[in-house]
C-alpha cells in the first residue's frame, strides 16, 4: 500500500535555511492532509493541515502547499531551527468516505545543523 | 496544553498472552483512534471508534483485537493471543471531529517474546 510516500528518507540543512519536505499520493480521492514531526519514543505531534478546495496553509515558520494536478504537497520551513530536526510524516484522508483514517507516508528525517 | 496520554508505556509480554492498552484522549474530543508502528515501517491505522461503537476499521484489525470505552475518560485496545508480530508502538489518538486533525498519544512499546 504505497498511496502516500516521501521519497527522500533523510534531508540535511543549516540553520537559517529553509527546509523543503515533500510527499506524492496516488489515491485521488485524498482531500485532506496533514504534516506531524515525530520524535523518537514520542508520538506524532500535529503541525499544519491543507484541505483541497485551498493550494497553500501558512502558521509562523511553516507553510503547508498542494497541487492537486501533480498529486503533491510539500512542507516548508523557514527559517530551519535545530529543535526541528525531528522525523516528518505527511498524511492523507478521505473525507468524502465518512471513514476517518489517516494514511501516512514513511517519513523524512530532517537534521538542521547550526 | 490538553494532551493524549497511554499508559504504560513499555509492555512485554509472552507469545498467546492477553494484553490491554490504555489511552486518556482529550477530554472534549469525539473520535478516538488507535494506530501501530512496526520498527521501520509506516504508521498504519487499526481503528476508530465514535459514539461507542467502531466507526471503520482496517484489514489489520481482526478478532484479535478489541476497543472499549469503559468509562468517561478511557479507551483501551486489548489484544488477545499476542504473536511475535504484534510487536510495535501503538500509538492513541483523538479529535473533535470525524474530519479535523488529529491528536496522538506518546505511545505504548508492546514487546511480545
Known amino acids: 500500500d504505497q498511496q502516500v510516500k516521501q521519497n527522500s528518507p533523510s534531508l540535511s540543512v543549516q540553520e537559517g535555511r529553509i527546509s523543503i519536505l515533500n510527499c506524492d499520493y496516488t489515491n485521488s480521492m485524498f482531500d485532506y492532509f496533514l504534516w506531524y514531526k515525530k520524535y523518537p519514543a514520542e508520538g506524532p505531534t500535529f503541525l499544519i493541515s491543507?484541505?483541497?478546495?485551498?493550494d497553500k496553509n501558512e502558521d509562523g515558520r511553516f507553510t503547508v502547499f498542494l497541487n492537486k494536478s501533480a498529486k503533491h504537497l510539500s512542507l516548508h520551513i523557514v527559517p530551519s531551527q535545530p529543535g526541528d530536526s525531528a522525523v516528518y510524516f505527511c498524511?492523507?484522508?478521505?473525507?468524502?468516505?465518512?471513514?476517518?483514517?489517516?494514511?501516512f507516508g514513511t517519513g523524512t528525517r530532517l537534521l538542521v545543523s547550526p | 496544553e490538553p494532551e493524549v496520554t497511554q499508559t504504560p508505556s513499555h509492555q512485554v509480554t509472552q507469545m498467546g498472552q492477553e494484553v490491554i492498552l490504555r489511552c486518556v484522549p482529550i477530554s472534549n474530543h469525539l473520535y478516538f483512534y488507535w494506530y501501530r508502528q512496526i520498527l521501520g515501517q509506516k504508521v498504519e491505522f487499526l481503528v476508530s471508534f465514535y459514539n461507542n461503537e467502531i466507526s471503520e476499521k482496517s484489514e489489520i484489525f481482526d478478532d484479535q483485537f478489541s476497543v472499549e470505552r469503559p468509562d468517561g475518560s478511557n479507551f483501551t485496545l486489548k489484544i488477545r493471543s499476542t504473536k511475535l508480530e504484534d510487536s510495535a508502538m501503538y500509538f492513541c489518538a483523538s479529535s473533535e471531529g470525524r474530519h479535523y486533525e488529529q491528536y496522538f498519544g506518546p505511545g505504548t512499546r508492546l514487546t511480545v517474546t
Open positions: 491543507i484541505s483541497s478546495i485551498k
Open positions: 498524511a492523507a484522508q478521505n473525507s468524502n468516505t465518512g471513514f476517518q483514517k489517516l494514511v
